[in-house]
């Protein structure tokens, strides 16, 4: 439940897969982020609905009814970290700050909250963490400039171009361009991260979704949920070896477990594929797209 509920986070706001998508494509990250409420909230529905199926059938005990006042207790001690997600969305939509000063925002309120309200982190940690971040970053940065080499060259042979005239000499419909884009983006979800997903096919694909008339806010998300799956399915899922790794259970034990979710997960991106109102509804309805 843990591995394909963790995917979630990088479709629903703030997401910085969605702002990489967003740079990669020159598309509005603010139309993106209201995209991925929406379907966000449909596909955490879904994973529930599953998850009470199982619990149901295979009869898990289930924990006592929260009184109120435990319920106002939970509320108010995880306030802080709650607001931070309004003060992210709020900060943007308000034209207080960008989405990538939001960043900057976002990182400076939860290192104040975590080390001096929460206390989850003591100040002797910090070096220790800032080293790791900036390990990370360093990985990222040298993906997204392999990305933009890569990106450069495909440009530069008119590869996109080329692709997009075969498509179009072949007659594919928009039906079957979005059912072969599902099917390259679930076999990169194979040996790949979201991120170098999204950097390197975003700009590949863009081009020819919009020679199609495929809008780009609904091919983000659809990258975006392709990159879900990606992460719970086997035999690279990163979800599923973390899960194993720290469940201490065995590799093959953890993937039988998750096939439910899994179809679920699949089901939910057949719909975002073909009912792009799902994603583009609240965008449209706010005259963001």
């Given at each position: 439940?843990?591995?394909?509920?963790?995917?979630?986070?990088?479709?629903?706001?703030?997401?910085i897969i969605?702002?990489?998508?967003?740079?990669?494509?020159?598309?509005?990250?603010?139309?993106?982020?209201?995209?991925?409420?929406?379907?966000?909230?449909?596909?955490?529905?879904?994973?529930?609905?599953?998850?009470?199926?199982?619990?149901?059938r295979n009869?898990?005990?289930?924990?006592?009814?929260?009184?109120?006042?435990?319920?106002?207790?939970?509320?108010?001690?995880?306030?802080?970290?709650?607001?931070?997600?309004?003060?992210?969305?709020?900060?943007?939509?308000?034209?207080?700050?960008?989405?990538?000063?939001?960043?900057?925002?976002?990182?400076?309120?939860?290192?104040?909250?975590?080390?001096?309200?929460?206390?989850?982190?003591?100040?002797?940690?910090?070096?220790?963490?800032?080293?790791?971040?900036?390990?990370?970053?360093?990985?990222?940065?040298?993906?997204?400039?392999?990305?933009?080499?890569?990106?450069?060259?495909?440009?530069?042979?008119?590869?996109?171009?080329?692709?997009?005239?075969?498509?179009?000499?072949?007659?594919?419909?928009?039906?079957?361009?979005?059912?072969?884009?599902?099917?390259?983006?679930?076999?990169?979800?194979?040996?790949?991260?979201?991120?170098?997903?999204?950097?390197?096919?975003?700009?590949?694909?863009?081009?020819?979704?919009?020679?199609?008339?495929?809008?780009?806010?609904?091919?983000?998300?659809?990258?975006?949920?392709?990159?879900?799956?990606?992460?719970?399915?086997?035999?690279?899922g990163l979800?599923?070896?973390?899960?194993?790794?720290?469940?201490?259970?065995?590799?093959?034990?953890?993937?039988?477990?998750?096939?439910?979710?899994?179809?679920?997960?699949?089901?939910?991106?057949?719909?975002?594929?073909?009912?792009?109102?799902?994603?583009?509804?609240?965008?449209?309805?706010?005259?963001?797209?």
């Amino acid at each position: 439940m843990i591995s394909t509920s963790g995917a979630l986070g990088i479709l629903v706001p703030p997401s910085i897969i969605l702002v990489l998508y967003g740079v990669s494509t020159n598309t509005s990250i603010g139309a993106l982020f209201m995209a991925g409420i929406v379907p966000g909230i449909l596909l955490a529905l879904m994973l529930a609905a599953v998850t009470f199926f199982v619990a149901q059938r295979n009869g898990y005990p289930k924990m006592p009814r929260a009184t109120i006042g435990q319920q106002f207790t939970a509320f108010r001690e995880s306030i802080w970290g709650l607001s931070l997600i309004a003060i992210v969305l709020g900060g943007i939509y308000g034209g207080i700050f960008t989405p990538t000063e939001a960043a900057a925002v976002a990182a400076t309120y939860a290192f104040f909250i975590t080390v001096f309200v929460y206390k989850e982190l003591k100040l002797s940690e910090v070096p220790k963490v800032l080293l790791q971040a900036a390990s990370m970053s360093s990985m990222l940065l040298y993906i997204i400039t392999n990305a933009v080499l890569f990106s450069f060259l495909m440009t530069h042979e008119q590869i996109p171009q080329e692709m997009a005239a075969w498509i179009i000499d072949k007659n594919f419909s928009v039906w079957m361009f979005l059912l072969v884009v599902n099917v390259i983006l679930l076999l990169a979800g194979n040996v790949m991260d979201p991120s170098s997903i999204l950097l390197i096919m975003a700009p590949i694909l863009f081009p020819l979704a919009t020679k199609l008339g495929v809008h780009p806010v609904h091919l983000g998300i659809l990258m975006i949920v392709n990159t879900e799956v990606g992460l719970c399915h086997p035999p690279v899922g990163l979800n599923l070896y973390i899960a194993s790794s720290i469940a201490k259970m065995g590799i093959s034990e953890i993937t039988i477990s998750v096939l439910p979710w899994l179809c679920a997960m699949l089901v939910f991106l057949g719909l975002i594929t073909y009912v792009p109102e799902i994603s583009l509804w609240l965008p449209r309805l706010l005259g963001m797209i």
